[in-house]
């Protein structure tokens, strides 16, 4: 069975950094498209960055550029987000999955179910 396990989430000051994992289980990332997520509360949930499977092709949305930056570890069938120059809207649940396609994941088009998630919090 399919699992992400997402971690590194807490609370943080605006401008700090975090740094979050995504596990997988299940299933070998090697072959997926990774992407993170986010939801807000009353919020639709949201594509914050995407990598592709094998030649490391990377998608942000508008808002995180220059600021975030995913990467995996296929040995560890880990991906991860470090989050820097935090700000409060940024705040919100961050969830990974996978799909097949970077271009599937760009259009919240994932092929696995969703785990828990990790919360995010930016405020002073």
């Known amino acids: 069975q399919v699992q992400f396990v997402e971690s590194g989430g807490g609370l943080v000051q605006p401008g700090g950094s975090l740094r979050l994992s995504c596990a997988a289980s299940?299933?070998?990332?090697?072959?997926?498209?990774i992407g993170w997520f986010r939801q807000a509360p009353g919020k639709e949930r949201e594509g914050v960055s995407c990598?592709?499977?094998?030649?490391?092709?990377?998608y942000y949305t508008d808002s995180v550029k220059g600021r975030f930056t995913i990467s995996r570890d296929n040995a560890k069938n880990t991906v991860y987000l470090q989050m820097n120059s935090l700000e409060p809207e940024d705040t919100a649940v961050y969830y990974c999955?996978?799909?097949?396609?970077?271009?599937?994941?760009?259009?919240?088009?994932?092929?696995?179910?969703w785990g828990q998630g990790t919360q995010v919090t930016v405020s002073s």
């Open positions: 999955n996978a799909a097949r396609w970077l271009t599937a994941l760009i259009g919240l088009r994932v092929e696995a179910p």
């Open positions: 299940g299933f070998t990332m090697d072959y997926y498209a």
């Open positions: 990598i592709s499977s094998s030649d490391g092709i990377t």
